[in-house]
């Protein structure tokens, strides 16, 4: 389908909305959010001594060669993944995987569980200056995500630098896509950065 300029940049222009709301929205609850991280440090929840990467600031350089990033939100997801991780490696030499997750337990179990040539990170909080911070840093060769929440920042910064972002073992309940329903203005423009995306049902593909 072709577009005059005035069309073109009409269009473009709609589809940055919901990104920039969802910053507006981010910059207003900061301060609850800085309240919820430190709240989440006195209760053990955040593993203190590695809190900058949760701010995007990275812990290991960017090894050389291809660099897979796989993410998963807890410890199930991370488990799910091992196996994937082995053929990775095995199937080429030089490649290197960076898992992130969000919890510490899940850090615990990958830093015991990760073959040579992977390493865990933590997923930065969806601040855009932490999320460009480290998309800018591992600069992936692909992304993998395990996980049925999506960051729109993070997400963004992977695509402003054209990294193939892949859904794996997608889950909608029902619950969930009633609500994208009736928020398809904003989540129909988030789904469309997947470069593939694949369900864990038949109904979750039905449903992407």
């Known amino acids: 389908m072709r577009y005059t300029a005035r069309q073109y940049f009409i269009r473009k222009f709609l589809k940055m909305i919901p990104l920039f709301l969802y910053r507006v929205f981010v910059l207003a609850a900061t301060p609850f959010l800085w309240v919820l991280l430190g709240v989440r440090c006195l209760r053990g929840k955040e593993d203190v001594s590695r809190l900058?990467?949760?701010?995007?600031?990275?812990?290991?350089?960017?090894?050389?060669?291809?660099?897979?990033?796989?993410?998963?939100?807890?410890?199930?997801?991370?488990?799910?993944?091992?196996?994937l991780i082995h053929k990775i490696l095995a199937a080429d030499a030089t490649a290197r995987v960076m898992v992130t997750s969000g919890t510490r337990t899940s850090a615990q179990l990958m830093a015991q569980r990760l073959p040579d040539r992977a390493f865990h990170q933590f997923i930065p909080v969806d601040f855009w200056g932490a999320a460009r911070r480290f998309a800018r840093h591992f600069k992936p060769d692909a992304v993998l995500w395990f996980e049925s929440d999506f960051w729109p920042?993070?997400?963004?910064?992977?695509?402003?630098?054209?990294?193939?972002?892949?859904?794996?073992?997608?889950?909608?309940?029902?619950?969930?896509?009633?609500?994208?329903?009736?928020f398809r203005w904003f989540i129909a423009p988030l789904l469309r950065r997947f470069t593939l995306a694949f369900g864990q049902t038949d109904e979750d593909a039905r449903r992407l």
Do not use: K, T, Y
């Not at 090894?63 to 799910?80: D, N, T």
């Open 153 to 182: 920042n993070m997400m963004a910064a992977a695509a402003s630098r054209r990294i193939p972002f892949i859904l794996l073992n997608g889950r909608i309940s029902d619950r969930s896509f009633a609500r994208w329903q009736r």
């Open 52 to 83: 900058r990467e949760r701010l995007g600031f990275p812990a290991h350089p960017r090894p050389a060669g291809r660099l897979v990033w796989i993410h998963g939100a807890s410890v199930g997801e991370c488990l799910s993944f091992l196996p």
